[in-house]
């Protein structure tokens, strides 16, 4: 249902009074989770419209195309690539968005073939079976895997989202010269407050956001001059009721930059 709502944008639009329902709805039925459902709602308004003009939006783990075609649609001289590992998605974005560069291959700190998990339900498919195993029963297949360095060796991009269950740090550590090249905002999600199949922890991410320079901040704050999360703000934000499922890594230069299109964006005066 929801690769055929993306393809119109009525379809859109009821994707956004879903969301809109969920966020007045919630605080009735489990009012813990309120704040965590409001920060995602506010990540997915930001990711639209933080991307500069003419600039480009790199969609990591880009699923249906939910996210970069919101970006497309909210400033189309944004150029567009999503990288996609399950080769029937990627399929299938290559032929309902003819603007965006898609790259079947799943992404790394190493080059090869790897075992790719693709579950039944939906966005949790994984290189991690354990992360898969999560959402039900999956299927086993063999994906290209690359480093983002190789797939990008002189491209820039203004805004990243990362969304791959769990191998974010892999990624950022394979794709360390682009990310210090680019200096963008990284959208990125951080669910698990545990050791993953990966063999890393929360507090791994964190760690190498902070060592390369970058503040991590909640959605709810990116139009705020608030200070970055510590660490422990960081790891108390994954315990139960969570403060947010998203986070926002950015430059210390593009702070203000980020805080002033995120206030046109919220509506806050």
């Known amino acids: 249902m929801k690769r055929h709502l993306l393809?119109?944008?009525a379809g859109t639009l009821l994707l956004k009074l879903r969301s809109v329902h969920r966020l007045r709805t919630i605080p009735h039925a489990n009012p813990e989770i309120s704040g965590?459902?409001?920060?995602?709602?506010?990540?997915?308004?930001?990711?639209?419209?933080?991307?500069?003009?003419?600039?480009?939006?790199l969609d990591i783990g880009a699923h249906l195309g939910s996210v970069f075609?919101?970006?497309?649609?909210?400033?189309?001289?944004?150029?567009?690539?999503?990288?996609?590992a399950d080769p029937q998605k990627a399929a299938f974005l290559r032929g309902n968005h003819g603007y965006c560069t898609v790259i079947n291959v799943a992404v790394g700190e190493s080059e090869g073939h790897?075992?790719?998990?693709?579950?039944?339900?939906?966005?949790y498919s994984s290189l991690s079976a354990e992360e898969t195993k999560q959402a039900g029963d999956s299927t086993c297949i063999q994906v290209e895997m690359s480093r983002l360095d190789t797939l990008f060796p002189d491209q820039s991009f203004d805004v990243?989202?990362?969304?791959i269950q769990g191998a974010e740090l892999a990624a950022l550590r394979g794709g360390a010269s682009l990310i210090a090249r680019s200096a963008p905002i990284i959208f990125f999600e951080s669910v698990w407050d545990r050791v993953s199949e990966f063999g890393?922890?929360?507090?791994d991410v964190f760690a190498w956001f902070t060592g390369h320079g970058f503040d991590v901040v909640p959605p709810d704050r990116v139009g705020h001059d608030s200070q970055p999360m510590p660490l422990e703000a960081f790891l108390d934000s994954h315990q139960y009721p969570r403060r947010t499922l998203n986070y926002v890594a950015i430059p210390p230069h593009r702070r203000q930059e980020a805080r002033a299109r995120a206030r046109q964006i919220l509506q806050i005066s």
């Open 114 to 123: 790897v075992d790719f998990f693709v579950s039944g339900q939906g966005g």
């Open 69 to 84: 075609s919101q970006v497309h649609r909210a400033n189309r001289t944004v150029k567009i690539v999503a990288i996609e």
């Open 200 to 203: 890393t922890a929360p507090r």
């Open 7 to 9: 393809k119109s944008q």
């Open 36 to 57: 965590q459902v409001a920060n995602d709602i506010i990540a997915d308004k930001l990711i639209t419209g933080l991307c500069r003009d003419h600039g480009a939006f």
């Open 160 to 163: 990243i989202k990362m969304d």
